[in-house]
C-alpha cells in the first residue's frame, strides 16, 4: 500500500487557539501546513514568523511544520522563521528568476525545501530542478482563501509530476492543496501525490481526528 502524510492546514483553524488547533490532529497528522500570505502575491493576509515561530517554540507541539510561503520576498523573510530538519519550506516558482539560489537559501537553514505554483504555473519550469527538491507542492485551488472546490485539472499537473519523478528515479515528494476531501483525495493520490494537505475538511469538522482518520481511511 502507498505510504501518503497528512498535513492538517491551520488556514481553516480557530486562530484565537491555535496551539490547541495544532495539538489536536498531532497525533493523527505526519506534518502542520502554514499557510503564510502577503496580500500580494495571493489576495489575503494571514500569519508570519511571529505566530508560527511560537507555536514552534511550544513545548506541548512536537510535530514538523510545512511551511508555505505565498509571498513576493520569501528571499527577505523565510530566514525569520525557526525550522529544524524536519520541517519544510516551501516557496512559489513565480517570484524568483533562480530558484536553484532560492533553494540553496532555503536548505542553508537547516530545514527540507519545497516549490510550488498556481495553478496556470509552467510545469517545465520546475522540472529540471527536482532532484534538488524534497517536494512539489502542485495547488488544487488558486491560492489566497479555504474552502474552494478542487480544480480536475490538477490530475494532470500531479501526473506528469509523479512520471517525471519516477523516470529519473527520484524520491522528490508530490503534494497537493486546496479542495481535499474524501473524493479528491483519491483522486489526487491515484493521479501520484502522496502528501495531502487539508484545511476546511479537518479543521472545518467538529471531530478534527475523526476527520483525518477518515482521508487516511479514504485512501487504503
Given at each position: 500500500?502507498?505510504?501518503?502524510?497528512?498535513?492538517?492546514?491551520?488556514?481553516?483553524?480557530?486562530?484565537?487557539?491555535?496551539?490547541?488547533?495544532?495539538?489536536?490532529?498531532?497525533?493523527?497528522?505526519?506534518?502542520?501546513?502554514?499557510?503564510?500570505?502577503?496580500?500580494?502575491?495571493?489576495?489575503?493576509?494571514?500569519?508570519?514568523?511571529?505566530?508560527?515561530?511560537?507555536?514552534?517554540?511550544?513545548?506541548?507541539?512536537?510535530?514538523?511544520?510545512?511551511?508555505?510561503?505565498?509571498?513576493?520576498?520569501?528571499?527577505?523573510y523565510a530566514s525569520?522563521?525557526?525550522?529544524?530538519?524536519?520541517?519544510?519550506?516551501?516557496?512559489?516558482?513565480?517570484?524568483?528568476?533562480?530558484?536553484?539560489?532560492?533553494?540553496?537559501?532555503?536548505?542553508?537553514?537547516?530545514?527540507?525545501?519545497?516549490?510550488?505554483?498556481?495553478?496556470?504555473?509552467?510545469?517545465?519550469?520546475?522540472?529540471?530542478?527536482?532532484?534538488?527538491?524534497?517536494?512539489?507542492?502542485?495547488?488544487?485551488?488558486?491560492?489566497?482563501?479555504?474552502?474552494?472546490?478542487?480544480?480536475?485539472?490538477?490530475?494532470?499537473?500531479?501526473?506528469?509530476?509523479?512520471?517525471?519523478?519516477?523516470?529519473?528515479?527520484?524520491?522528490?515528494?508530490?503534494?497537493?492543496?486546496?479542495?481535499?476531501?474524501?473524493?479528491?483525495?483519491?483522486?489526487?493520490?491515484?493521479?501520484g501525490a502522496d502528501?495531502?494537505?487539508?484545511?476546511?475538511?479537518?479543521?472545518?469538522?467538529?471531530?478534527?481526528?475523526?476527520?483525518?482518520?477518515?482521508?487516511?481511511?479514504a485512501v487504503q
Amino acid at each position: 500500500m502507498k505510504s501518503v502524510s497528512f498535513a492538517p492546514s491551520i488556514l481553516s483553524a480557530d486562530f484565537s487557539k491555535l496551539k490547541e488547533e495544532v495539538k489536536s490532529v498531532e497525533e493523527v497528522a505526519d506534518f502542520i501546513h502554514v499557510d503564510v500570505m502577503d496580500g500580494h502575491f495571493v489576495p489575503n493576509i494571514t500569519i508570519g514568523p511571529v505566530v508560527s515561530n511560537s507555536l514552534k517554540r511550544s513545548k506541548e507541539i512536537r510535530i514538523p511544520f510545512s511551511i508555505h510561503l505565498m509571498i513576493t520576498d520569501p528571499d527577505k523573510y523565510a530566514s525569520e522563521f525557526e525550522v529544524d530538519s524536519e520541517d519544510l519550506i516551501i516557496f512559489h516558482s513565480e517570484v524568483t528568476d533562480n530558484p536553484r539560489e532560492m533553494i540553496d537559501k532555503v536548505r542553508g537553514l537547516g530545514c527540507q525545501v519545497g516549490i510550488s505554483q498556481k495553478p496556470g504555473g509552467d510545469l517545465g519550469e520546475i522540472l529540471p530542478i527536482l532532484d534538488e527538491l524534497d517536494e512539489v507542492l502542485v495547488m488544487g485551488v488558486e491560492p489566497g482563501f479555504g474552502g474552494q472546490q478542487f480544480m480536475p485539472e490538477t490530475l494532470e499537473r500531479i501526473e506528469v509530476l509523479r512520471r517525471e519523478i519516477s523516470d529519473r528515479g527520484l524520491e522528490t515528494a508530490v503534494a497537493v492543496d486546496g479542495g481535499m476531501n474524501p473524493s479528491t483525495v483519491v483522486e489526487a493520490v491515484d493521479a501520484g501525490a502522496d502528501t495531502i494537505i487539508a484545511g476546511s475538511a479537518v479543521f472545518g469538522r467538529e471531530d478534527r481526528v475523526k476527520a483525518v482518520k477518515e482521508l487516511r481511511k479514504a485512501v487504503q
